[in-house]
């Protein structure tokens, strides 16, 4: 299974995979273990990206999808499917309040998140 993309937590405790097994991973990296594994897209992940604030990150995929993840409770809470091909990446603004995603469709969505 290839890693495509991971991301740190802002305050580094956390540590997230996007793979291309469809799942994403939660790592506790002070104690090197994997905390859980998240299933929700229907294809390659291919970009995550964590809100400034450690509670969401966001996920990119091959699905043309993107999804954002509530961190604690290990669940999707939100899914936009603007993008007619894959989406590459993923980012949040320095305050969380928009994020950001780009695509094998030429477009560039940004969506407000707080």
């Not at 991971?6 to 097994?21: G, H, N």
């Not at 299933?39 to 964590?50: E, I, M, R, T, Y």
């Not at 993923?90 to 969506?111: F, H, M, P, Q, W």
């Amino acid at each position: 299974m290839a890693v495509r993309s991971l991301v740190f937590s802002p305050d580094s405790s956390l540590l997230i995979t996007a793979s291309d097994d469809k799942r994403i991973n939660i790592y506790d990296v002070h104690h090197a273990n994997c905390l859980s594994t998240l299933a929700g897209h229907q294809s390659w992940v291919l970009s995550v990206d964590f809100s400034p604030d450690t509670v969401h990150f966001a996920s990119g995929s091959s699905d043309k999808r993107v999804k954002i993840w509530d961190c604690h409770a290990r669940q999707c809470i939100h899914t936009f499917d603007d993008h007619s091909d894959q989406v590459w990446g993923v980012a949040y603004n320095e305050d969380g309040t928009k994020l950001a995603s780009v695509s094998d469709d030429r477009s560039l969505c940004i969506y407000s998140t707080g």
